[in-house]
């Protein structure tokens, strides 16, 4: 399969300029100026004109939550229903969490979230490791999911208790053994304890509304655990990435560990720069944006766009977790059994690309690079993932920067029934999507069936930022 992309306005981390990309089965084989329409091959030559269009780099979403087993209950968007609405929206790519049951081996969770995605992914993917039970076993488990599995990066819980949460000595042996075979581990960093207690309180005063998971998780506790995790990551040496950073004062603790000269890479999520906590006062409407960390106040917003200028948040993330409003309705007496989690994998670029690149708030090569880049490179992928370069696999957006439309429930494609951006009108919209040469999405049709993504092995962490 031949391909040619003509004439557009080609967006990387670094570039930004002219020009045709020509692709030969899944890979970039040349881009330059007017390249020749002949290719002297038998295969036919496909050609899409992508004048007054900006071209992309497939988005990379490295924190979604799909079919996944949480609160009694599992995410609604499956294997196949979430890789599809993300490709909608221009992400080729998510890595997805595996959680490993206490008491239980990695390879046995490996095993059972295979059992869900393996065939089933329409775009392409591939996991983090909870590990919620450092123990001898696990430990010995560590290098053979790097190097075997290419599955490089850890993922660990501060909170969650009881489920998914480990203590502080679990955390370090964990980080000496992920450090010692190339890894990385990345962090929800909140204290556990501290929500637990403001959770008991406030369930013993009659204080049973989504406005009180607010409440019970306020800034300090993010704050704390994001300290005590960049000083147990500095101590032992390991290279750390916080997941869902929300607010000041735990990207103040990041400011801190970079002026000593640690490097600890940092995830907002498309919320957290958007949405802000006035939305729980909305009695039970309020659960839609029952999620963890809460969203926060417009201040947090201001700093983590700061952030990102700053290169102090490298990555623009969804924390995808979605739940219909069914399953929200499990907490509408009870703001703690409200499942935790937000639908946004659809339209996790237009957003930023509307909120952000638009309004003047990052620029174009900050966008590729939150969106695209640094995920690859953070998490093993890049060159051939979250880049437009020869020899990098051909995963392209074709975005129109100007037309304008409006999200819906009514017409996203996400597994969910609400949308917690109902109405909301964005400039900017994906028109066609190529994962691995192939068209994936054009005219808002998709074209590539279910079994078509692949799980992407990759390599040791490699520290390029
Ligand atoms: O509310 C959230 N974030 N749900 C998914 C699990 C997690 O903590 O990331
Ligand atoms: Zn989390
Ligand atoms: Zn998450």
């Not at 079994?451 to 930022?465: A, C, D, E, P």
């Given at each position: 399969m031949l391909m040619l992309i003509k004439n557009?306005?080609?967006?990387?981390?670094?570039?930004?300029?002219t020009a045709d990309i020509f692709i030969e089965g899944e890979k970039i084989k040349a881009i330059g100026k007017d390249l020749p329409v002949e290719t002297g091959h038998a295969q036919s030559l496909q050609v899409i004109d992508a004048t007054d269009k900006l071209v992309f780099p497939g988005g990379i979403d490295?924190?979604?939550h799909l079919d996944m087993p949480f609160m009694g209950t599992f995410s609604s968007d499956n294997y196949e229903t979430g890789t599809r609405a993300a490709l909608f929206g221009g992400t080729t790519m998510v890595i997805d969490f595996i959680l490993q049951?206490?008491?239980?081996?990695?390879?046995?969770?490996?095993?059972?979230?295979?059992?869900?995605?393996?065939?089933?992914?329409?775009?392409?993917?591939?996991?983090?490791?909870a590990v919620t039970d450092f123990n001898e076993h696990?430990?010995?488990?560590?290098?053979?999911m790097i190097e075997k599995e290419g599955i490089s990066s850890f993922k660990t819980f501060m909170a969650y208790k009881g489920a998914l949460m480990i203590d502080d000595r679990q955390m370090i042996g964990l980080m000496e053994e992920v450090k010692k075979h190339g890894g990385l581990i990345n962090v929800h960093a909140t204290n556990g304890d501290l929500i637990d207690y403001l959770v008991a309180k406030h369930r013993d005063e009659g204080k049973l509304s989504p406005l009180y998971h607010y409440l019970s998780q306020p800034e300090v506790t993010e704050a704390e655990a994001s300290e005590r995790f960049v000083d147990m990551a500095n101590y032992t040496g390991c290279p750390g990435y916080i997941v869902h950073l929300t607010c000041e004062g735990a990207l103040n603790a990041v400011r801190n560990a970079t002026r000593r000269n640690q490097k600890v890479f940092v995830e907002t999520c498309i919320q957290y720069l958007l949405l802000d906590a006035s939305l729980y006062e909305k009695d039970f409407d309020g659960a839609k944006w029952v999620m963890s960390p809460p969203l926060r106040q417009k201040k947090d917003q201001e700093t983590l766009w700061a952030g990102i200028n700053q290169g102090l948040v490298q990555v623009v993330a969804t924390d995808h977790c979605p739940f219909k409003w069914e399953q929200k309705l499990m907490g509408k007496d009870d703001f703690s059994k409200v499942p935790n989690g937000h639908p946004a994998i659809e339209h996790r670029m237009e957003l930023l690309y509307s909120e952000g690149v638009n309004k003047g708030k990052i620029t174009l090569n900050k966008y590729v690079e939150v969106a695209c880049t640094n995920p690859a490179k953070i998490f093993g992928m890049f060159p051939r993932k979250g880049t437009i370069a020869t020899g990098s696999d051909a995963d392209i957006v074709i975005f129109d920067p100007n037309e304008k439309h409006t999200i819906s429930a009514s017409s996203h494609h996400m597994n969910v029934d609400y949308s917690g951006y109902e109405g909301w009108e964005l400039t900017g919209k994906v028109k066609t999507v190529l994962l691995r040469g192939q068209v994936?999405?054009?005219?808002?049709?998709?074209?590539?069936?279910k079994?078509?993504?692949?799980?992407?092995?990759?390599?040791?962490?490699?520290?390029?930022?």
């Open positions: 557009g306005r080609i967006v990387t981390a670094t570039d930004d300029y490295p924190h979604v049951k206490q008491g239980n081996s990695l390879r046995a969770a490996l095993e059972e979230w295979k059992g869900r995605s393996d065939t089933n992914c329409v775009g392409d993917y591939s996991f983090h490791m696990t430990k010995k488990e560590v290098k053979g994936a999405i054009d005219d808002n049709k998709c074209l590539v069936e079994g078509y993504g692949q799980f992407i092995k990759r390599s040791k962490v490699v520290q390029v930022i």
